[in-house]
């Protein structure tokens, strides 16, 4: 459809029975053969049903046009042919028509349609006032349900994918839509949520304007949109207001760049996607962004991106074909509808103006008597800040058993989520910047990509990350800040410690909880121990002495001094 050019004049021709016209070489035909009725038969023309017949025939047709009329256009069967003046055109088509009748081919004309001012052709209306979507595929629009399987669900995905130039941003609208891709979907994951963004695309599809074909006797303009998320382009031909049609594309994982770098992608994919639409004319990039005035090898703040895509940047941005045009006037809402949200935090607020104030902390020890087990523990302390003192109010922890303190600094803000009332502007403070900057920054991310990184492994903890997500969704009032661990001086000094005395007796207690031995009360030496854990000292000479200690859990064992 890219080549398609505006013309007064359009013919479609449609072959009749196509496979059956074209012939298998001698040497070929073997690899046709059947049996049936107790005789052994094979093919001597193309059959129908075979993986490679639409493409043998399609390579065949073009290369048949190309010797007749290499300005006609193909697909499969479907010929296209456009001309300004009519005697010319009524000669291009007599031309194509007695071409392919001396080889064999045969039309329907009954589907044909011969010097038309609108013509369909592969599920669009083409006129003089350029390019809409047919009737036939409105109509099917206006019917479309909720699927219920997975085979319908990729049926809708990729109906809604035909018209997916006439709406602008249409990567992040189908987004909702393309999550729920999943092997043992069904109704129940279809929520009413759904149905809107299902509602919003087909209401977006139905009141589609025609956008405009190609002249190739102009330039090509694309107006490149970056966001935090994705970028939004649409091509013009040059001096028109009109679209040629509109592209969008989210970012993966492996393309969090720094905000220029974003741009240079955007520019970079929309100059490599669109150059065959250019049919050979300059390319103008139109951008409000200063950034594009004039691209240059200098290196640029923050970088991320690896030498070989900055090579691919330099060999796209510089070609001699491409010009670059600042237009401030150029508004980001005409062509971006959505407002970014992600990966870029929200700003947080004075930290008196908290409602709540969280601080959480996990904690890890070796297991008493064990080499290679763990027993963590998480804590949470929730209060409030009054100036810059935090008043304290409720203590939480909770034994995790044999797990990593990573685990267990993730458990805590999990933890630290379930506590927040949606209602409530809360401020979390963590000491593992893992968590804050994964929370943050790469938590879209993760989940927009099923949870693996650029290699497709998994990544570590996916369930727990999923529940923190799913929890990140619903509370809009919750900030998320890091804080070094262990200081000395700071506003956050008090609830810190508090959290990370509260984590470490959680673990002392959990690591000696069980004894086994005769009498099951603990001794000086247990509690000894308990004590140089919390105290982070060592542990008492010759501890254990003579008896088996394993990790446990306080929640059954009664605990008493000596």
């Known amino acids: 459809m890219n080549n398609i050019v505006r013309k007064k004049y ?6 009749s029975n196509g496979f059956f016209c074209q012939n298998i070489a001698p040497e070929s035909r073997d690899l046709t053969s059947f049996s049936t009725l107790g005789s052994q038969k094979r093919f001597r023309c193309l059959p129908q049903g075979y993986k490679n017949s639409p493409g043998l025939f399609a390579a065949r047709v073009t290369a048949i046009l190309h010797e007749l009329d290499p300005e006609a256009l193909s697909y499969v069967d479907d010929i296209y042919l456009m001309d300004d003046e009519l005697l010319q055109h009524l000669r ?7 071409g392919f009748s001396k080889i064999g081919y045969k039309f329907n004309f009954k589907k044909s349609k011969i010097a038309f001012i609108s ?3 592969l599920g669009y209306e083409l006129s003089n006032e350029g390019k809409s979507l047919a009737p036939q595929f409105l109509e099917k629009c206006a019917q479309l349900q909720p699927p219920n399987t997975i085979k319908k669900l990729q049926s809708l995905l990729g109906f809604l994918n035909f018209g997916r130039t006439y709406i602008p941003d249409y990567a992040t609208c189908i987004k909702p839509l393309y999550e729920l891709i999943r092997p043992d979907f069904s109704s129940k994951f279809w929520t009413i ?3 809107h963004t299902l509602r919003e695309l087909q209401a977006d599809l139905l009141a589609a304007k025609h956008l405009h074909t190609r002249d190739n006797k102009t330039y090509l303009v694309i107006r490149v949109i970056a966001g935090a998320i994705g970028f939004t382009y649409v091509t013009f031909n040059e001096g028109e207001t009109v679209p040629i049609g509109y592209k969008s594309h989210l970012y993966s994982a ?10 240079l992608t955007a520019v970079q994919m929309a100059v490599i996607k669109e150059r065959p639409l250019a049919q050979g004319k300059r390319i103008i990039v139109v951008s409000p962004i200063p950034a594009l005035v004039a691209v240059t090898k200098a290196s640029v703040p923050n970088a991320k991106a690896l030498h070989p895509r900055w090579i691919q940047w330099d060999t796209s941005l ?13 508004q980001t809402q005409e062509f971006l509808q959505y407002e970014v949200e992600y990966p870029v935090p929200a700003d947080t607020l004075p930290i008196d103006q908290y409602q709540v104030v969280m601080y959480t902390d996990g904690s890890a020890q070796p297991a008493v008597g064990t080499k290679h087990q763990y027993s963590a523990a998480c804590a949470i302390v929730s209060g409030h800040m009054e100036g810059e003192k935090f008043c304290p109010q409720h203590t939480y ?5 044999d797990c990593t303190a990573q685990l267990a600094e993730l458990k805590a803000l999990l933890m630290a989520l379930e506590h927040t009332v949606p209602t409530q502007f809360t401020l979390i403070v963590c000491d593992s910047y893992y968590c804050v900057q ?3 920054e790469y938590l879209h991310y993760w989940r927009l990509n099923g949870f693996r990184d650029s290699k497709g492994n998994t990544i570590k903890h996916r369930l727990m990350w999923g529940k923190v997500a799913d929890l990140k969704e619903t509370l809009h009032k919750v900030h998320v800040v890091h804080t070094l661990g262990h200081q000395r001086v700071g506003i956050h000094i008090a609830g810190n410690t508090l959290a990370d005395e509260a984590a470490k007796l959680a673990v002392a207690v959990a690591t000696v909880a069980a004894v086994t031995r005769s009498s099951s009360k603990p001794d000086t030496e247990i509690m000894a121990a308990i004590k140089a854990t919390v105290d982070g000292t060592p542990y008492p000479k010759g501890f254990p002495n003579k008896y088996q200690y394993y990790m446990g859990s306080m929640l059954n064992a009664e605990v008493k001094n000596p």
């Open 254 to 263: 492996a393309e969090r760049f720094a905000p220029t770098e974003k741009i």
């Open 318 to 330: 510089t070609a001699t074909d491409v010009d670059y045009i600042f237009y401030p006037k150029l």
């Open 193 to 195: 949520e759904h149905t």
């Open 10 to 15: 359009k013919t479609t021709l449609d072959i």
């Open 92 to 98: 291009q088509v007599a031309c194509i028509v007695v």
């Open 397 to 401: 922890t909770q034994t995790l058993g």
């Open 438 to 440: 994964s929370f943050n």
């Open 119 to 121: 013509v369909i052709f």
